[in-house]
């Protein structure tokens, strides 16, 4: 089914190691993004790409890498994971059709089934 | 700047009940609003969306109205059921905010029968 697909569901792991959140997606969408969502905090956006090779920073960048090399696919790295990350984690995506946030605001987002990231 | 505020919950109904979740924005410029669900483990859906004001935008029973004289987009079901338990996220889209969507910080609702 065409869609948002995240990799892993669930992860543990222990301070100080680092792993990829991969993200891929279908629908050759333009835009691509990753959010964080902690209770009532509500969701908060990391990284986000308008296409291949174009990546730029959210409200909390810190701590995680990303990159997009193609358009399908957008991994999201914690360098040295902290408890601070332990959150419920989004991938999104939007067409962007070339005309900016007008038509992303129209289409909405499609967003992945999460990744649950606990660091002990 | 940008900002989505949700009434706080958690909202809890009887089956049947007319249901209400308020939701207020602050933005520049003529944003799109959006409500958007999570059940229960889920990722987040789609529900309805307004792209101007006046619009009202309506899916599954569930509507909401662009309201920019109030900077509302409440959300509002006449009856509803068990299985619509979730949390529930107002959002918004504007140029001003870049390429991000702005959310609110969810409102939870739980509906017994």
């Known amino acids: 089914n065409a869609g948002v697909t995240q990799t892993p569901k669930f992860q543990v792991l222990k301070t100080g190691q680092s792993m990829t959140l991969q993200c891929a997606q279908d629908m050759n969408h333009e835009y691509m993004s990753w959010y964080r969502q902690d209770p009532g905090m509500g969701l908060r956006l990391i990284h986000y790409?308008?296409?291949?090779?174009?990546?730029d920073q959210g409200e909390v960048p810190n701590g995680y890498n990303v990159s997009r090399s193609t358009t399908e696919d957008f991994p999201l790295r914690l360098l040295s994971a902290a408890p601070s990350q332990t959150s419920v984690y989004f991938c999104a995506s939007s067409p962007h059709m070339g005309q900016g946030w007008g038509q992303r605001g129209r289409y909405g987002y499609t967003f992945g089934s999460g990744t649950r990231l606990t660091v002990v | 700047g940008n900002s989505v505020t949700q009434m706080e919950g958690p909202v809890t109904l009887s089956e049947e009940a007319f249901l209400t979740i308020n939701c207020t924005y602050t933005?520049?410029?003529?944003?799109?609003l959006f409500w958007y669900v999570q059940y229960p483990g889920e990722g987040l859906q789609l529900l309805l969306k307004?792209?101007?004001?006046?619009d009202k935008g309506s899916n599954k029973g569930f509507e909401a109205t662009y309201r920019k004289e109030t900077t509302s987009f409440h959300l509002e079901k006449g009856s509803v059921q068990v299985s619509d338990s979730a949390v529930y996220f107002c959002a918004l889209s504007s140029s001003q905010a870049g390429t991000a969507l702005i959310f609110g910080k969810g409102t939870t609702l739980s509906v017994s029968s």
């Open positions: 307004a792209t101007k004001a006046d």
């Open positions: 933005a520049t410029g003529y944003p799109s």
């Open positions: 790409s308008v296409g291949a090779g174009i990546t």
